[in-house]
């Protein structure tokens, strides 16, 4: 069987790095995706009698909110193009309460794996797709004729004109030509029904969709558009012609059997502790319930059975009031690697604004920009933020470095309002300026607990 997914370029060194560019510090937890990652490869090039044997080594990251947990799993996935799917564990109940079971989460996955599949086949085909729209459009704007008996050139003068259009057509000469065309579209004409699912059904609704919508015959209604327009819409629809759902399906199921990523956020909140009554009372029933799923069994999904033996598992949570041995030892033994996140520094602060591709920093400058406003951050003024976010979350709750957008927010709310009467101008943002806009919250502990 071959790996879908082409890592063997990045090695877990590369892998690091990589995910340095967007998440700063907790080295330690990328290492361990990273090697989580490597292994997948290696196991498609041992011995195929041994493959199956080899399971992925799931993960619990232990730390703090808003220190990395699900940008680590996130840009992992995105980095390796993996089926990906986040889901918070409280989200869940156990068999028999009313709520979501675990098993969705797989066919979660497995609509993320197709969407996938999915895209990537639609590009492959567009180039196809544009010329067979290019030739229904043809068709509207040169209509074909039946040449007359004895002229011998008509046919040929008509492909002629015809190639001519396709030229204008290419170079936009007409995108401003409105034309009328035959868009597909369901019939019925009534509303949508929607169907709401009993627990443990939630597949269901959706193959109910599914036939009802391949009952109900394909009918075009005629749409006024300009050229431009047109054109995007038929080769939207050639393209939808053009891919094998059916194959796309298989490749997508495979896909997520071999290279699926499920980010279990909060899974501290459905470890229980010693009460057996109230309203917790279903936290071990939902532990239960994910262990055959984390174990590996196959899972029915509206895209055929999903085997769930080497999807990896990243877990998360904080474990302020449990820990990880607090969960049913049978789910403890499936997450054999764990790593710990360290609440971030002062330091670490000042180089989440400053470091990573998308850093807060640039992306507030590049959104005033498009008012005309230039806004600059002196280095001391850098300092002064992550000193206060690293205080604020000293003496309130530490959220992490969700408290930097909070404190960036407050800081530039004036400038964001008056932007557009600022346009032309350049402001220089500098510790006093960040003073003058927090001073009154910071000086008054109870309005910065619930303000910053």
């Not at 407050?410 to 806009?437: C, H, M, N, W």
């Amino acid at each position: 069987m071959s790996n879908l997914i082409s890592i063997e370029n990045l090695t877990p060194r590369k892998i690091v790095e990589a995910l340095d560019k967007y998440i700063i510090g907790q080295h330690e937890a990328k290492r361990a995706v990273a090697i989580a990652m490597r292994n997948r490869w290696r196991r498609q090039q041992v011995p195929e009698e041994l493959r199956d044997d080899i399971l992925p080594k799931n993960i619990i990251m232990i730390g703090p909110t808003g220190v990395g947990k699900t940008e680590i799993a996130r840009r992992m996935a995105r980095l390796t193009g993996a089926p990906f799917v986040k889901v918070e564990a409280s989200k869940f109940t156990e068999v028999g309460y009313v709520g979501r079971d675990v098993e969705s989460i797989i066919r979660d996955l497995t609509e993320a794996g197709v969407a996938l599949v999915r895209k990537s086949s639609m590009e492959k085909v567009q180039e196809k797709a544009r010329e067979h729209a290019e030739d229904r459009l043809l068709e509207i704007l040169v209509p074909s004729v039946n040449p007359p008996p004895g002229s011998a050139n008509a046919t040929e003068e008509a492909s002629s004109t015809r190639e001519k259009f396709r030229a204008k057509l290419r170079n936009g000469d007409l995108d401003d030509r409105e034309v009328e065309v035959e868009v597909s579209e369901r019939s019925g004409g009534g509303p949508m029904v929607e169907f709401f699912p009993l627990s443990g059904m939630e597949g269901m609704d959706i193959n109910i969709k599914d036939m009802l919508s391949n009952m109900m015959p394909k009918r075009s209604k005629p749409r006024k558009m300009k050229v431009s327009e047109a054109l995007k819409v038929l080769q939207q629809e050639e393209a939808e012609e053009l891919i094998d759902m059916d194959e796309i399906s298989r490749t997508a199921v495979l896909n997520v059997e071999q290279n699926g990523i499920v980010f279990l956020d909060e899974i501290d909140k459905i470890v229980g502790r010693s009460q057996t009554t109230g309203p917790d009372v279903s936290r071990e029933g939902v532990q239960r319930d994910l262990l055959p799923i984390v174990e590996g069994s196959t899972v029915n999904t509206k895209y055929g059975p999903v085997r769930t033996d080497h999807i990896l598992f990243i877990a998360a949570g904080a474990f302020h009031v449990s820990k990880p041995s607090d969960m049913i030892p049978e789910l403890q033994g499936r997450f054999p690697i764990r790593v710990e996140l360290k609440a971030l520094t002062q330091e670490e602060f000042v180089r989440i604004l400053t470091e990573p591709r998308n850093a807060l920093i640039r992306q507030y400058i590049e959104l005033l920009a498009t008012e005309g406003l230039k806004i600059e951050f002196t280095p001391e003024a850098i300092d002064e933020l992550a000193q206060i976010a690293f205080t604020v979350n000293a003496q309130n709750e530490n959220i992490g470095a969700r408290r930097l957008h909070t404190i960036l927010e407050k800081t530039l709310e004036e400038v964001s309002f008056e932007a557009p009467e600022l346009a032309g101008q350049t402001i220089s943002i500098t510790p006093k300026y960040i003073r003058d806009q927090l001073d009154a919250i910071l000086e008054d502990q109870d309005l910065s607990r619930y303000i910053l």
